[in-house]
């Protein structure tokens, strides 16, 4: 006989937590919630028609089955899943515990500061003040749902925190797993602490919703969908390995192999569709689950090809043919195939740069550090002389990490690495007494933040506040588009932006000497262009009023969701 299995699928809050005291003082094993991965796991089983929670032998209760974290992505309500949970693991035992609803929904609105609310108004296409009578509708659903589920299964094990102490459930549960321990005597209740201050503050951002003008949604749309339509007599090789095909079922594909992708397209009981799959996929992969969500939650399933890889040739003289439209976050100019959406971990709102809570830049242009200011990764490639650049500055890097002790394979790794676009410009300003630049290593990358090649360029990540002290901010091609633009864009300061080549979903919103000053591939000009903002300051004053009025449309739900509505259209009508 199998031992008992104890889950909870009541919603989310502070019976998780209880519950792993409970379970854990009598000595049994417990997972809760795992930053997401439960829910992941459950979710994508149940898309698959598959027993969840198979790997993990001895553990005795499963709680936290929810996540809502980063906010671009679905939040996952895997307590829902509780009919496929009874029906695939038949020998457990279900807790369903029944919060106070306004207790719950004031402890789930000012949860984590607010994070969790933010990503299910994202999510719902709601403003977070629509969020309270949403979640009372969402808990009593639930509750009669698993109620005229089970009916009376003995399976399940209702706990109403606010007439049942403890010592009920723990009698409920001894005669299959002994409890002798109770380590509280009631059943805690989430603390609630500044409720009043959270509150006001989500009254105020729901008030603050930045609106774009008329006709935004459809010119960006017409931008994202600019160019010739794809080559019929290309192929599928100007793909990366990242690439994605959805027909709009459950199932998503791999366009070169034709397996099927480690993602589940499904629609949990009482829920709204969503795409998932387990956690430890790719991030690239994560991008193109993040753009099936964004087409799922406009309540549409259209088929596409995606592609959320870094700069992507595909279609341009200097790449590979497409036969296909490829919805992809990065394009040459006037290349053929791809289509234009926003990256979902980059460009959603809400993420930096795009964030409609961000505070305004409280320096003016007069009064900031007359100096440009810049930091970033060690991206970018070899620089050429023709339009294609040679190797990634992380192929050297790996050789610089290959090469261990060798000196001459050191050598040689740095030398290659100093080609590189944007170390090379670190290389020759850095110390400059009109720069303040340097190099931050991305996380993966950070070991190399302690070599002596390197250290001597390397610094701390900085916020916000350390680049608005200064009048200039740059935007240095990375393997494509620098991806500070916007949040440079947004501040008091003036962008000075290198002429790469590179289109991304807004860049036909944002024109040189307009809202940014140019400078020539490779910052090759950037002293004289300096010099020349040196000499009209009016000049760079309203070029900083109109890109960051121009930013804020960015930060526009509706228009954004509009916008995302007619590039389908567009391709529905070009198929």
């Keep these: 006989m199998a031992k008992p299995v104890f889950i909870h699928i009541g919603v989310d ?7 792993v005291r409970l379970f854990a003082a009598n000595g049994y094993k417990t997972v809760c919630h795992e930053k997401g991965a439960l829910a992941s796991e459950i979710l994508f089983a149940g898309g698959r028609d598959q027993r969840p929670l198979r790997q993990r032998p001895g553990i005795r209760l499963f709680a936290g089955l929810w996540r809502a974290a980063p906010h671009w992505r679905p939040p996952l309500e895997a307590w829902r899943c509780f009919a496929h949970l009874a029906r695939r693991i038949p020998h457990a035992r279900f807790i369903l515990t029944r919060p106070d609803p306004d207790q719950w929904v004031i402890e789930r609105l000012t949860r984590d500061e607010g994070a969790v609310a933010r990503c299910h108004a994202f999510h719902r296409g709601v403003d977070e003040l629509a969020l309270p009578d949403l979640w009372r509708s969402d808990l009593a659903a639930h509750e009669r749902a698993v109620l005229d589920h089970f009916g009376g299964d003995p399976r399940l094990i209702v706990v109403d925190p606010a007439r049942d102490d403890p010592s009920a459930l723990a009698a409920h549960i001894d005669p299959l797993l002994p409890m002798p321990d109770l380590p509280f005597d009631r059943w805690p209740t989430a603390r609630n602490a500044g409720v009043e201050a959270a509150l006001l503050l989500l009254y105020d951002r729901a008030q603050d919703q930045p609106v774009a003008p008329k006709g935004w949604a459809e010119d960006v749309a017409a931008f994202c969908l600019r160019g010739p339509g794809p080559d019929p007599q290309g192929d599928a090789r100007g793909l ?3 690439a994605c095909e959805w027909d709009g079922g459950p199932l998503v594909r791999d366009p070169f192999k034709g397996g099927v992708r480690q993602f589940a397209v499904l629609t949990p009981q009482g829920g709204t569709p969503i795409a998932t799959g387990p956690e430890g996929r790719h991030f690239k992969v994560l991008r193109a689950e993040g753009v099936i969500n964004d087409i799922l939650r406009l309540g549409r399933r259209d088929p596409v090809c995606i592609d959320m890889e870094d700069s992507r040739w595909m279609g341009s003289p200097q790449g590979d043919p497409v036969d296909r439209p490829v919805l992809c976050h990065n394009r040459r100019a006037g290349a053929a ?5 926003p990256l979902p971990d980059q460009h959603a709102i809400g993420l930096p740069g795009f ?3 961000t505070e ?4 003016d242009l007069d009064a900031k550090e007359d100096r440009i200011v810049w930091r970033g990764m060690i991206s970018g490639n070899e620089m050429r002389d023709g339009i294609r650049p040679g190797p990634a500055s992380h192929a050297w890097l ?12 050191r050598e040689a790794a740095w030398q290659g690495l100093c080609r590189t676009s944007r170390f090379d410009f670190v290389r020759r300003f850095m110390g400059h007494p009109d720069f303040d630049i340097g190099v931050v290593m991305a996380f993966a990358y950070r070991h190399f933040a302690d070599d002596p090649l390197l250290a001597p360029y390397c610094g701390p990540r900085r916020g916000r506040a350390f680049f608005q002290r200064f009048r200039y901010q740059l935007c240095l091609t990375g393997y494509d588009h620098g991806s500070n633009f916007i949040s440079a864009l947004d501040s008091n300061s003036v962008l000075f932006a290198e002429d790469d080549g590179w289109q991304v979903f807004y860049s036909g919103r944002f024109r040189p000497w307009e809202h940014f000053i140019p400078i020539a591939r490779y910052g090759t000009d950037i002293l004289d262009k300096l010099d020349w903002a040196r000499s009209h300051p009016a000049e760079c004053k309203a070029m900083s009023r109109a890109a960051r009025s121009e930013a804020a449309h960015l ?11 007619h590039i389908l259209d567009g391709l529905a009508a070009a198929r």
């Excluded at 195939?337 to 959406?341: E, K």
């Excluded at 790996?398 to 394979?409: C, M, N, R, T, V």
């Design 13 to 19: 809050g502070a019976a998780d937590d209880a519950l």
């Design 240 to 242: 990366s390995g990242y």
């Design 337 to 341: 195939g791809p289509v234009l959406w």
């Design 355 to 357: 964030d409609p809570t």
């Design 360 to 363: 305004a830049d409280p320096t």
């Design 398 to 409: 790996a050789q610089l990490l290959q090469a261990g002790d060798d000196p001459a394979a």
């Design 555 to 565: 930060r526009d739900p509706q228009a954004r969701r509009q916008m995302m509505r």
